[in-house]
């Protein structure tokens, strides 16, 4: 408040007699800072809203007394990871989502960026009723379609198997991946290819040497984003795999609880902690490097 | 004009057989092709043709193909009708008023704020996103739990404590949404944001227009595109929302969280009912779809 009084004088020297006709800015302008002191406080509660619940994660992953109450861990411990740091509990899940998110995702990525160049770079007649039927596609619920590729699953005898769960997530991602990709690709300005093909490159050899390396940031962008979402995918594994030991982490957190005794918060909270950290962590390189959510965001105004 | 466009995008090399040479252009689409039509067109059509049947988990042989009858007996199934309004409610109460108006407030405030401030609102709104569905789950029902931390706060504020999860937990998976859900709406409007042309909101405010006239005369028209994708995407991801409402209350209790995916879920493996669940899957997808064909209209990919 003291700096809020300090203020009018400070002004009143700095700008001295020059500008006289200004009363309405000055007043305009007194208003901006109880205006930001609001805006920054409402933002603060806010803030302490959201960030509780990854409190109580933290606390109780290193409690020894853990419940679902919000409680400061005293004395701080890390028995709940030593319990759940085992082959069984937490690093097989690990691998198996790894697995099939970096496959699906890896796979993802290079059909997309193949379907994009096509139709980023020419025109056709059936370019259009393609780009319709991949935007209207990445509305399907895909929850919806889970039943039916459950059915389906069932009668080729693909139930269980990794590798078929593998292709199922990355065609569920992919109509939003060419997407993006397009929209990425779109943003390189095709005179630069121009040279490469008088140079007698073909549209491959253009694409890999050219446009690819100038959307770097783009390809990261939409990879990451890829593997974030399926990583932290519950429905899809939860129908299509059965064994407990291909579930990836985001299943098995799910049976946790029932495995596990009832009363074993601590060590849940510990295993979320675990099984969080690798997408916060690629999230945050990504972050550093291109702006992350800033540059998804700018690419899904339409 | 319009053919500095057209040899702008167009191949650059003369062109041979044109039927074989845009075969040829096309190829690269194929792998995307095989999948979609494999892993979504396929299951799509399948959906279609199971709806109409009594195919049952056990006993695959038996199926029969029974019509409307799935579709008559879900519109005559209070349970069902109960799912399809308290989908209408999650998606509509957290997407619609929850994360869109929220994701846009914050997107707006950050502008004004200072930046520490800004940048940790950023940090902890995404790092709900970024959490995992079920960890999200987890975190909600902890933070709604009798004697969670939500109850905490509203203790200190004076406030009565409530059992959320047992009398509201429509509301309370639908804040959790909002939790979970909101960093999207705040990064899409934050770009939108930046793409406002700061001459017109300066010439608005020269004028004498305050914070709220420049908002909603100057802003929101601006950016009106990004208010309508951005208000698809979240209706159609919502849609969807399945694994966060199971980790916190199942559908329940009873049924007072049911939305139309965890019903769906319960009939087709819980009762083993593939053909009525497959129908209740159906109806999910030709709203998805419907929205989806609003998203287009909006969209409108561009003219060529």
Redesign the interface.
Known sequence: MATTDLRPAARAGRSGGAARPVPAVTT?RRRVRP??VA??L???V??L?????????VF?SVSSTA????NLPSPPTLDNFHAILNTETTFRPLLNGLLLCGGATL?CVV??I??A???S????R?R?P???TV??????????????????F??VELIDSMAATT??L???A??IG?WLMKNFMDGVP?VL??AA??DGAN??QSLARVVLPLMWPGVTVVTVFTF?SM?????VP??LLLSPEKLP???S??TFLSAHDQTQ?GQ?AAF?LV??LP??ML?LLLTRKLG???A???A??? | MESAAASAAAPVRPSGGRAGQSLLRGLPLLPSLLLLAVFLAGPILYCVYDAFTDAQLTGAAETHFVGLDNFTRAFGDPDFLNALWLTLVFVVGSAVVGQNTLGLSLAVMAEKATRPVRSLVNGVVIAAWVLPEVVAGYLMYAFFYQQGSLNDVLGMLGLPRQNWLYTLPILAVCLANVWRGTAFSMMVYSAALNEVPRELVEAAEMDGAGVWHRLWHVTLPVIRRSIMTNLMLITLQTLSVFGLIYAMTRGGPGNKSQTLPVFMYQQAFQNSLIGYGTAIALVLLVVGALFSVVYLKLLKVEED
């Open positions: 305009a205006a930001r805006v920054n409402v933002l603060l806010i803030s809203l959201f960030v509780l619940p990854l409190v109580w994660m109780a419940s679902f109450e919000l796979l059909v997309s193949l379907a160049y096509p139709l770079r020419y025109r056709s059936l259009r393609f780009l319709y935007l209207f596609s990445t509305g399907l619920p895909i929850t919806a379609v889970m039943i039916p590729v459950y059915s389906m069932v009668q292709l199922f990355a065609a569920s992919l109509p060419i095709i290819e121009e093909r008088i549209a491959m974030i990583w932290g995918n519950f429905f939860f129908v982490a985001s299943v957190v799910f918060y849940l979320s099984y969080t997408v916060v999230y992350g959510g800033f998804l965001g700018g899904l105004k339409g």
